[in-house]
């Protein structure tokens, strides 16, 4: 079946410690996405990549990172400097970027909480 | 600038009762309207999306919403509710030009009581 897999669904972080999120797709989407959702705070976009080799920033993009080496692949690291990573984080794909009125598709989220 | 409002942080209904779910935009240019839903642990889903023409529109398991373009409203209604649709429904938005990234509410958790 074709979707997007999110892993792992969920992680530990320690103070000072990197860790990074995985996030596949087989849909042969062209468009990746990362969100962060907070309680009571709905979603807000982290970074996006349209093609790759190439990404921007979101809203929230300070202290993460990303790298699309590959169609089917969207990694995010949190890194050390996110003082508040506590949250979900949601991947999503989408067919062609540009189009407005394309849906999103999403995957079953990482939850990620500090030790 | 765009932004998305649901008022309702929470709303119970009992199973079979009709309920409404409120949003409503701002933005200086014309816009494209999601509702999404999530369920416990896991990601959003399409539920629908008006992009011109009829300003009712229908969705999946029943839903519809109704664009107000007056009242920078689109609504989501449901003539009557399964204890299965209880989950965190969001209301966003995206604009022509500006690609695919949604503005998202802050979600309403609809919980659905027998």
């Known amino acids: 079946d074709g979707g997007i897999t999110q892993s792992p669904k969920y992680l530990f972080r320690k103070e000072g410690q990197n860790v990074t999120l995985s996030c596949e797709q087989n849909?042969?989407?062209?468009?990746m996405y990362w969100y962060r959702q907070d309680p009571g705070q709905g979603l807000r976009l982290i970074y996006y990549?349209?093609?790759?080799?190439?990404?921007q920033k979101g809203d929230i993009a300070e202290g993460y990172s990303v790298s699309r080496e590959k169609k089917e692949s969207f990694p995010l690291t949190v890194t050390s400097a996110q003082k508040n990573p506590t949250a979900f984080y949601l991947c999503?794909?989408?067919?062609?970027?540009?189009?407005?009125?394309?849906?999103?598709?999403f995957g079953s989220g990482t939850q990620l909480s500090v030790l | 600038a765009q932004s998305v409002t649901q008022l309702d942080s929470q709303v119970p209904v009992f199973e079979e009762a009709p309920v409404e779910l409120r949003c409503n935009y701002s933005?200086?240019?014309?816009?494209?309207l999601f509702w999404y839903v999530q369920y416990p642990n896991q990601g959003l889903q399409l539920l629908l999306k008006y992009l011109s023409g009829s300003t009712l529109v229908k969705g999946i398991n029943g839903f519809e919403a109704e664009f107000n373009k007056s009242q920078t409203s689109f609504h989501l209604r449901k003539p009557s509710v399964h204890i299965s649709d209880t989950a965190e429904y969001f209301c966003?938005?995206?604009?022509?030009?500006?690609?695919?990234?949604?503005?998202f509410g802050t979600g309403t958790q609809l919980k659905v009581e027998l």
């Open positions: 966003a938005v995206s604009f022509t030009g500006g690609g695919n990234k949604l503005t």
């Open positions: 849909l042969n989407h062209d468009a």
């Open positions: 933005s200086s240019v014309s816009v494209y």
């Open positions: 990549s349209q093609i790759v080799n190439d990404f």
């Open positions: 999503a794909s989408s067919i062609v970027d540009g189009g407005a009125d394309e849906k999103l598709f």
